[in-house]
T-cell receptor, first 114, second 114 residues
Framework: EAGVTQFPSHSVIEKGQTVTLRCDPI?????LYWYRRVMGKEIKFLLH????????ESGMPNNRFLAERTGGTYSTLKVQPAELEDSGVYFC????????????FGPGTRLTVL | AQKITQTQPGMFVQEKEAVTLDCTYD???????LFWYKQPSSGEMIFLIY??????QNATEGRYSLNFQKARKSANLVISASQLGDSAMYFC???????????FGTGTSLTVIP
């Protein structure tokens, strides 16, 4: 069974540009989560999808971030326009149940904004 | 306030020795789950062990055990017989009650010395 995959693994962009990160959850997992780790700090929750619906987007930092999950399969996270403080590692996770014992994490996308 | 605190940014352990990675948590919810994840240099987040707040016994998974002290609100990870492959970043996380998001600590970087 394939795990959670994320693309790209690394992205380097200039301030003001747009970047789109993609996450493919484990097949059959209705729940998809985005997290972010800024250098040296804790991993922080961004948002949670149940199928194609946003269940909780309380962690989204501002309106420069837009997450979608059309069709309830893969998800994209777009940052437009990117700022220096957006640099970090963006993790995606999925789970079959919200109350399950674990969330399965992808390897993350390392975003560097110059 | 920080919900998960990991006070050890870096730890060293001799191969074949045991090591304890500290984690304290803060919640007023009587129902919660505690998790440990390992992140090797390759980037993926690997689930190690889970402890529920109502579990009577400390969780164990192979060489990993969780020293759960509810009154102290601590959930330390114990790795026995350390191996070189245990060198990685370790994250403690918590999910509260029926919540959907994980709260993470800042992580502990473990280096196993041959």
């Amino acid at each position: 069974e394939a795990g959670v995959t994320q693309f790209p693994s690394h992205s380097v962009i200039e301030k003001g540009q747009t970047v789109t990160l993609r996450c493919d959850p484990i097949s059959g997992h209705d729940n998809l989560y985005w997290y972010r780790r800024v250098m040296g700090k804790e991993i922080k929750f961004l948002l949670h999808f149940v199928k194609e619906s946003k269940q909780d987007e309380s962690g989204m930092p501002n309106n420069r971030f837009l997450a979608e999950r059309t069709g309830g399969t893969y998800s994209t996270l777009k940052v437009q326009p990117a700022e220096l403080e957006d640099s970090g590692v963006y993790f995606c996770a999925s789970s079959q149940y919200v109350q399950g014992n674990e969330q399965f994490f992808g390897p993350g996308t390392r975003l560097t904004v110059l | 306030a920080q919900k998960i605190t990991q006070t050890q940014p870096g730890m060293f352990v001799q191969e074949k020795e045991a090591v304890t990675l500290d984690c304290t948590y803060d919640t007023s919810d009587p129902s919660y789950g505690l998790f440990w994840y390992k992140q090797p240099s390759s980037g993926e987040m690997i689930f190690l062990i889970y402890q529920g707040s109502y579990d009577q016994q400390n969780a164990t998974e192979g060489r990993y055990s969780l020293n759960f002290q509810k009154a102290r609100k601590s959930a330390n990870l114990v790795i026995s017989a350390s191996q070189l492959g245990d060198s990685a970043m370790y994250f403690c996380a918590m999910r509260e009650g029926s919540g959907n998001q994980f709260y993470f600590g800042t992580g502990t970087s473990l280096t196993v010395i041959p």
